[in-house]
């Protein structure tokens, strides 16, 4: 069963840093792109970064300086170093991978479970 895992949620005040973790695990023969969405109450699930597998990254527009996608493709785990962060960047953080694995034909899309960030003012 392929599985993606994320950890390093929490509560942290404005200003604060926060370090997401999201492994992958299972009969995995390929990550084309792993990256991280976010969903605030009432909004929908947005893009904040992801890393192809050949070292491209794509960050939010409003989210570059602040944020850092990392990728180890040995491990199958991507990260996001979160600094700086502001109240706005409240919400549930999900891991996202693309990925073909054992027994499929085709690649699709994968999610975490999601994990909880909240800033203080």
């Known amino acids: 069963q392929v599985q993606l895992v994320e950890s390093g949620g929490g509560l942290v005040q404005a200003g604060g840093s926060l370090r997401l973790s999201c492994a992958a695990s299972g009969s995995i023969l390929n990550i084309y792109v792993m990256g991280w969405y976010r969903q605030a109450p009432g909004k929908q699930r947005e893009l904040v970064a992801r890393?192809?597998?050949?070292?491209?990254?794509n960050y939010a527009d409003s989210l570059k300086g602040r944020f850092t996608i990392s990728r180890d493709n040995a491990k199958n785990t991507v990260s996001l170093q979160m600094d700086s962060l502001k109240p706005e960047d409240t919400a549930v953080y999900y891991c996202?991978?693309?990925?073909?694995?054992?027994?499929?034909?085709?690649?699709?899309?994968?999610w975490g479970q999601g994990t909880q960030v909240t800033v203080s003012s």
């Open positions: 890393t192809a597998s050949g070292g491209s990254t």
């Open positions: 996202h991978a693309d990925m073909l694995v054992s027994g499929s034909r085709y690649r699709r899309d994968y």
